[in-house]
């Protein structure tokens, strides 16, 4: 059978070859619940504006329902030379409906079509990976309390640098997973506004109504400008940053905790209903699923890249390129979920090893920078306090102990303001409670940003 959308323009059917070249429903039929959904409003409208009778939408409006149930079944036959989940949608309704079914597709073109329905399965994609963030927001959360009095070393340049409370660290994936969430949020604004009524690209002569379908399939209004929205696939490609940025957090976190999980670190136990096996060597219990969300995110940058790539040189408006851009969206969207979904057991689960990391918390002078700023309050510019505690590390250090074993007059040596008092600022307990800045890890703040969270996360 010929494509419906071959007029009578052409001289001869197309070659086989084109239609497998150029056939989309192998990867859009995913898109078929959105698609009749969007024929509906529009069957409604065109009533509504006497362009079709009330008796032929509710023929349109059963038959649509049950070629839902039938793409739902899995039971209808796909045949490329119908090109894309439109065009089967519609030949399903003329084979039910004929003549009626031919009037479906006024005012309407596959250029708005197509927009409409991936902004409606793209704000679906996007309120599913919002619910997920939040799941693992309240994985890192549910911690906080259990983790409470542990203290990690913060690192910078992956050295040790200060000590910091373990739920301090919890803390700091809520924050990038919360700014994610919000960046998915503010880019749902634009996803949701409805492009049906722009036709191919100029828009109809006839006298459609765009509020009535906008409202209807829940869009927070419709676009103004035609040329524009024939073209824009911005909506998607922006979901699909926002999917990379959350996926580049979610590597990093991997990352940190695969190097946490070994026996140089010996941090953390990941469960092991989350690890796999190897083949040969019998002691083996690996990170994989932690390995492949490292893995799976080139995957999401990537497909960053194709779409942006995709659209950098067309012309307006709509131009089949844009066919491309559905399966790097539908693939960020697959992958970030299935990393969210195993990220949340993960982080709930595992179990921080509290005697392992204590037994060496005390290397690396993370009470150092501590030391300096109890000379500072003595008194002591800034840069002679680090210049002056530097000497003392280093002392330290060839000696080969932490800075709470040196005596008071080995200290007072470097400097005769150091009293008695300076105990207080020592080794890491004593560090981590000595800080009182916003945002710090001082304690209290730590405490009050975790019953921050617990009330927004509830
Ligand atoms: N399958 C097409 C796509 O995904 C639908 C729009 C086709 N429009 C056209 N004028 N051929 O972009």
């Not at 010929?2 to 084109?18: H, K, L």
């Not at 919002?130 to 542990?150: K, M, T």
């Not at 459609?208 to 040329?227: H, K, M, P, V, Y």
Request: proline fraction near 4%; aromatic fraction near 6%.
């Amino acid at each position: 059978m010929a494509s419906p959308s071959r007029s009578g323009v052409f001289d001869s059917a197309s070659d086989r070859r084109v239609e497998q070249f150029c056939e989309s429903i192998s990867f859009d039929s995913r898109l078929y619940e959105d698609d009749i959904r969007g024929s509906i409003a529009h069957a409604e409208m065109l009533a509504a504006r006497g362009l079709i009778s009330s008796e032929e939408r509710d023929q349109i409006v059963v038959a649509l329902g049950e070629i839902r149930r039938e793409l739902e079944a899995g039971s209808m036959e796909f045949r490329i030379e119908l090109e894309d989940i439109h065009m089967h949608v519609e030949q399903a309704l003329i084979d039910r409906l004929g003549d009626i079914g031919r009037k479906l597709h006024t005012a309407r073109s596959r250029n708005d079509q197509i927009s409409t329905d991936f902004r409606l399965w793209v704000r679906g994609a996007i309120d599913r990976i919002e619910g997920r963030l939040v799941d693992l927001q309240r994985a890192f959360l549910s911690r906080c309390d259990d983790d409470f009095e542990i203290i990690l070393p913060a690192y910078t340049h992956m050295q040790r640098a200060q000590p910091v409370l373990a739920p301090h660290y919890w803390l700091a994936y809520i924050e990038k997973f919360e700014r994610d969430r919000q960046r998915l949020l503010d880019c749902r604004r634009r996803v949701n506004q409805s492009a049906l009524g722009v036709a191919a690209v100029a828009g109809s002569t006839l006298d459609i109504d765009r509020e009535a379908t906008a409202r209807q399939l829940g869009f927070d209004g419709f676009t103004a400008n035609s040329l524009d929205t024939s073209s824009d696939r911005d909506f998607a490609i922006e979901a699909a940053f926002c999917l990379s940025m959350i996926a580049t957090h979610l590597s990093g976190w991997a990352e940190e905790w695969i190097l946490w999980s070994t026996v140089e670190f010996g941090f953390l136990k990941i469960p092991h209903a989350f690890c796999t096996g190897s083949s040969i060597m019998p002691q083996k219990v690996n990170p994989d699923v932690l390995e492949l969300t490292r893995g799976k995110t080139a995957r999401v940058i990537g497909n960053l890249q194709t779409l942006l790539v995709l659209v950098k040189g067309l012309p307006l408006a709509y131009n089949r390129d844009l066919q491309e851009d559905k399966p790097p969206v539908f693939d960020s969207f697959d992958t970030v979920d299935a990393c969210l979904e195993l990220a949340a057991p993960i982080v709930a689960g595992a179990e921080l090893r509290p005697e392992s990391i204590r037994a060496r918390l005390e290397e690396g002078y993370l009470d150092a920078t501590t030391l300096m700023e109890y000379l500072i309050r003595r008194g002591l510019p800034q840069r002679r306090a680090h210049h002056l505690v530097g000497g003392i590390v280093g002392e330290a250090m060839r000696r080969g102990v932490p800075l709470k074993e040196l005596t008071l007059e080995e200290l007072r040596a470097h400097d005769p303001q150091i009293d008695a008092s300076v105990a207080d600022v020592l080794g890491v307990d004593n560090a981590v409670r000595a800080f009182v800045s916003p945002g710090s890890s001082a304690p209290d703040q730590v405490r009050q940003q975790i019953d921050a969270w617990k009330t927004r996360l509830g």
